[in-house]
């Protein structure tokens, strides 16, 4: 009997397979992150190069647009935090008076 009939027509070893997912999580995180670069890279030569066409260096370019990108995401935080910390206090009332409405009801249920 050959190996492959012993495992079910597959001819790797039953120790590859714990051995293959930990190896896709590790290469997986690898090609996201080579992934972000590529996008990135992409996003930043137009405006690097528009930037360069008017007199700036190419690396004073690219600093200026990751800080431009970097000053939105900031402003974007700044703008949204009071609205989710508002209604993160709206939800943690509601579901305190809801709590304390049903909690009689579950303290009746019997349990055997």
């Not at 930037?51 to 700044?78: D, E, K, M, Q, T």
Request: with cysteine; charged share 10%; net charge positive.
């Amino acid at each position: 009997m050959d190996i492959s009939a012993r495992h079910g027509g597959d001819s790797r070893p039953r120790f590859c397979r714990p051995l293959l997912l930990a190896s896709l999580s590790v290469f997986y995180q690898v090609v996201f992150i080579l992934f972000i670069a590529i996008v990135l890279g992409t996003v930043i030569r137009p405006a690097a190069t528009w930037f360069n066409h008017r007199g700036l260096s190419r690396l004073a370019g690219v600093v200026l647009v990751y800080l431009l990108i970097l000053a939105f995401f900031i402003g974007f935080v700044f703008l949204l935090f009071p609205l989710i910390a508002k209604q993160g206090a709206t939800i943690a009332a509601a579901f305190q008076d809801t709590t304390k409405a049903c909690a009689p009801g579950w303290l009746a249920i019997p349990i055997n």
